[in-house]
Structure formats: C-alpha cells, structure tokens
C-alpha cells in the first residue's frame, strides 16, 4: 500500500468500489470527497463502479488533458517501472488504478493486467 493511498483514504468513510474515486483523487490532488463528488456528476452511482469514459471525464473536469498511451507494460509493476516519470490511469480488466511517478496507488496486487493507460497532463 501507498503512502499517498493512505493520505487519501485516512478518515475517510469508503464506499464499496471505490477504486475509480481512489484514482481520481491521486491523479487529480484532490480529496476524496472531492473525486467523488465529480464522478457522481459525470454519472457514477455510489457504491458501483465507474466505467473508463466516467472516470476520464471527472479527471476532465479538474482541468486535465487526457492522452492515450500505447503500452508493453503487461502489469501494474513493469508500467510502474517503465513509466516512472509522469502521472497515468491505468485500467485493467475491472479496476482503475492510478500510477503517480511510478507509485502504485492502489491496495490491490500489483501484478493485475494492464489493459489500457491514459498519460495524465495538466492543461
């Protein structure tokens, strides 16, 4: 576990799914309230999951250009060597994780698939 995954979830009431709020927050540097708070508006339900289009839209709305990355990276650990330098959203297949300088941030197992990854930017 990340010590900005324990900045971000410390006395905090979590909800059930919570990984694409998590995310939001880390890539974003806003609370947890606040991330979730933007996915509800982009169409997230509380307690549910968010699909990519609702998680990248709520990155979106904090002011962040989103660009599509072609990876090799076949896990959360060998994108978060290779791409050390900048802030990514990683989804797998039922997870959103975010990767912030070659931080995991996440409280899952680092050796999930990685399916499609977005560079994060500020505008």
Same mark, same amino acid.
């Given at each position: 576990?990340?010590?900005?995954?324990?900045?971000? #979830?410390r006395n905090v009431r979590r909800e059930r799914d919570d990984? %694409?709020?998590?995310?939001?927050?880390?890539? /974003?540097?806003?609370?947890?309230?606040?991330?979730?708070?933007?996915?509800?508006?982009?169409?997230?339900?509380?307690?549910d999951g968010a699909y990519d289009e609702t998680i990248l839209?709520?990155?979106? %709305?904090?002011?962040?250009?989103?660009?599509?990355?072609? /990876?090799?990276?076949?896990?959360?650990?060998?994108?978060?060597?290779?791409?050390?330098? /900048?802030?990514?959203l990683v989804a797998t297949v039922d997870h959103a994780v975010?990767?912030?300088?070659?931080?995991?941030?996440?409280?899952? #197992?680092?050796?999930?698939?990685?399916?499609?990854?977005?560079?994060?930017?500020?505008?």
């Amino acid at each position: 576990m990340s010590d900005t995954f324990d900045r971000i #979830t410390r006395n905090v009431r979590r909800e059930r799914d919570d990984c %694409s709020i998590i995310a939001v927050a880390a890539i /974003c540097s806003v609370s947890y309230p606040a991330a979730e708070t933007a996915l509800r508006c982009c169409g997230r339900l509380q307690n549910d999951g968010a699909y990519d289009e609702t998680i990248l839209s709520a990155v979106k %709305s904090f002011g962040y250009r989103v660009c599509p990355v072609t /990876c090799r990276a076949k896990t959360l650990r060998s994108l978060a060597r290779k791409y050390s330098l /900048c802030h990514y959203l990683v989804a797998t297949v039922d997870h959103a994780v975010a990767v912030i300088r070659g931080e995991i941030v996440d409280d899952q #197992t680092d050796l999930a698939r990685v399916e499609t990854v977005w560079l994060i930017v500020r505008k």
